[in-house]
């Protein structure tokens, strides 16, 4: 080999550090961005008014961001990953300056919905231009570096929120994504090269159209549904049934499309279908813990909200080192299959254990219940996204990121709806049995928190202890019951090689279009 070829392989790899650390500076902005956001709501509430419409800001930029999901990976596969990802980081940071510059609760929420724009495609770039440069083979080394920037955003949000909002104001909150935006949008313009692909047919308009339609719908059901209105009330069944007609019309127009905005055909493979389903449950499992495992620290075990972040610390840990351990496993052995089943049973047990707490449950047994959830986790976050990415052709490394994204986005609203609902349920039952209706709903009026609780009388405070308690046993035990479904799914997995794996791979896959194929070599798109 010449000096000039070994220099040239020595700076190819650098290159792809340099790319991917751009890639998580970006997966960082999506994900800290409504963690962030959380924290600073009752200030902005304060200064801006609109507390009637406060759901709106989280709803709208959810909305935008599962919606435009599928749209920003087919524009990838279409016209090119590298202008579509820096279109979606564009648009991310003109919704960030925006928002930080609202003048009242009508423009933030436009403003944010903006912002999730941008956010749909920052996600599904970063899966699938490290699809395009690193075959599945070796992406398992890169899955630990995910994994902590997830830890990262969720520890580290409410944190950097609460300290933001504090010492700077609210509007740096969105202010703060602009800094770290324009790193990003530099190292990637400079250092990623990717080749040109020039479009054969048109965007499927209409299939993007209904699929939006499907995914709002589906979004505003699991959002509204037993909140703001009861789960039969007309407003509801009449969002079910647009959900349902539009999915229906969705289906038979990506069957005409000549570009269909998600090929149906993709689903012919055994494995991404049971990675969709199973990164549906892991999302349900995931969102639904996160969101009521500081709940039951707060109110029962008297945490302080300020560190709500921390609280996580044992499930985020544990997920980030099995996802390094299992990411490290596959590149050295190509074999991947053990994985989901063991991460299936583990989730299973983990959300069983947390199922079975209560008022005497010490912090350190919570901790070990959430290890083992986030260990369940850890096994099944980046191998769910890795085979569905080696069940597909390289052509449609976009659509297949952004459907596997958008089912774990799709199972975390539909696990945030049914474990609330359940929990919300449990809770009213358990204060008015101890209670009495009338007394129930003032204790039920009051924030989670340990500071409110302990203004309230000693008995009022016991029986809610006891409520959020059951409700928590209920919402997990829930969790428990729909993840057996992910385990059971696991066992259906088949392991095809993984791309880059050996020199001849053969092209026998199960049924799915690119399963066991070749792969390009990692680097040779980035060229520097």
Known sequence: MTKKAEASEEVKP????????ALMIAMLLAMLDNMIIGTAMPTIVGELGGLEHLSWVVTAYTLATAASTPIWGKIGDMYGRKGSFLTSIVIFLIGSALSGMAQDMGQLIGFRAIQGLGAGG??????????????PRERG???GMMAGVMALAMIGGPLVGGTITDHMGWRWSFYINLPLGAVALAMVTA????????????IDYLGAALLTIAITSTVLVTTWGGTEYAWGSGEVIGLIIVGIVSIAAFLYVE??????????HIFRSRNFTLMSVIGFLVGFAMFGGVLYLPLFQQSVQGASAT?????????LLSMMVVSLIAGRITTSSGRYKMFPIVGGALMVVGLFLLATMDTGTTRLMSGVYMAVLGAGLGFLMQITMLVAQNSVDMKDMGVASSSATLFRTLGGSFGVALMGSLFTSQVTDTMTDRLGPEAAAKAGSAQLDAASLAKLPEAMRDAYQHAVAAGTHSAFLLGAVIAVLGFAAAWFVKEVPLRGA?????????GGEGEGKTA?????SVAH
């Open 122 to 135: 920052l996600m599904v770039g970063v899966m699938a231009i490290i699809g395009d440069l690193i075959p």
């Open 141 to 143: 080394k890169y899955q």
């Open 14 to 21: 650098r290159s792809v550090r340099v790319v991917l650390m």
């Open 255 to 264: 069957t005409k499309a000549a570009e269909p905005v998600m090929p149906l």
């Open 520 to 524: 390009q070599a990692p680097q040779e």
């Open 502 to 510: 050996g020199p001849a791979q053969a092209a026998g896959g199960e």
């Open 191 to 202: 250092v990623l090269h990717l080749p040109k692909k020039k479009a054969q047919g048109k």
């Open 307 to 315: 560190n709500s972040g921390l609280l996580l610390l044992p499930m």
